[in-house]
């Protein structure tokens, strides 16, 4: 069982008050959030890869895939999640809200821009832009295309159909915030740094993944505001849960690489075990402090 410490650890939970009571955690809202994206800015194109384009060369075949499996599911997310994002951006409620959503498009947008030079200066892949995202593509499983081409298109073009829809709004949310960035991208992002540092390899690209890093964590700790605001409202609660009960299956199977086992499968020099409980310890974590319990999840998905 996680301490509160740990919970906080996270990076995207704010201070707590009372160790003795969840719901007293204080979050940061997004006037905060976007004070702190001023004071964390950074720039993707100051980053050097010239080490990288060295280790790179010098890795063996079958570790390259592996790799590239991993590094298209970024890839191509981050440029899925900074086109999808504006009907978000369009359903704020507040001033506050406004400025952090914006800031939180110009993140992602500069996530893909990582990936598209570290795409092109490291693995050497010539063309324009968009060609390499079409290359990437050929890497991913149809659980990432169900989600990312999917779900997520269709919840973003829902909230451009109506942004004060507050449902859609909730179910976005639910899905980006919760699932893409808390649950999978912060889980890929841990055991691919640990990996990189542990084998002193890609300095370039592990500089860049932090820096992303810890732009995701206050994305999610947005999303983790948001839904905890909304979940004072019990037939929101439960939308969510719901939500939650259809998304996490499809979760599990976006962690899947190709052609795998999806009972039995390692990613890198990790087991599944280990990448499961890591992605959805960290989730349960951010349900408690929105005042979802696990065994209202069960029920749901029972
Ligand atoms: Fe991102
Ligand atoms: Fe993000």
Redesign the pocket.
């Known amino acids: 069982m996680p301490t509160l410490l740990e919970l906080t650890s996270q990076g995207d939970v704010g201070t707590i008050t009372d160790e003795s009571k969840l719901p007293t955690i204080e979050l940061m809202g997004p006037e905060q959030l976007y004070q702190l994206w001023e004071r964390q800015n950074w720039q993707s194109h100051a980053i050097d890869f010239t080490q990288d384009k060295l280790d790179w060369a010098g890795l063996d075949e079958e570790l390259r895939q592996s790799l590239a499996w991993n590094l298209s599911s970024f890839f191509i997310g981050?440029e899925r999640?900074t086109t999808q994002f504006s009907g978000l951006v369009m359903a704020y409620e507040s001033q506050s809200e406004e400025a952090f959503l914006t800031t939180?498009q110009v993140?992602?947008a500069r996530?893909a821009q990582h990936f598209n030079r570290f795409y092109e200066q490291v693995l050497g892949m010539d063309g324009t832009f968009e060609d390499r995202l079409a290359q990437a593509r050929n890497d991913l499983n149809p659980a990432f295309i169900e989600m990312f081409d999917g779900v997520l298109v269709d919840s973003g073009q829902r909230l451009i159909e109506n942004p004060r829809d507050i449902e859609a709004k909730v179910d976005f949310v639910v899905l980006y915030?919760m699932i893409?960035?808390g649950t999978l991208?912060l889980t890929g992002q841990w055991f691919l740094t640990e990996y990189m540092e542990r084998r002193g390899i890609l300095p370039g690209w592990v500089e860049g993944f932090k820096l992303?890093s810890k732009?995701?964590h206050r994305?999610?700790a947005y999303g983790t505001w948001f839904l905890r605001e909304k979940a004072r409202d019990s037939a929101l609660r439960q939308r969510m849960i719901e939500r939650l009960a259809e998304l996490i299956p499809m979760a599990s199977g976006v962690l899947v690489p190709p052609g795998a086992d999806p009972q039995n499968y390692e990613i890198l020099d990790y087991s599944m075990e280990e990448t499961n409980s890591f992605a959805f310890n960290a989730l349960g974590r951010r349900l408690k402090v929105i005042g979802i319990d696990m065994a209202s999840l069960a029920a749901a998905a029972a």
Do not use: G, L, N
């Open positions: 981050e999640v939180q993140d992602e996530h915030h893409i960035e991208a992303i732009d995701e994305h999610v």
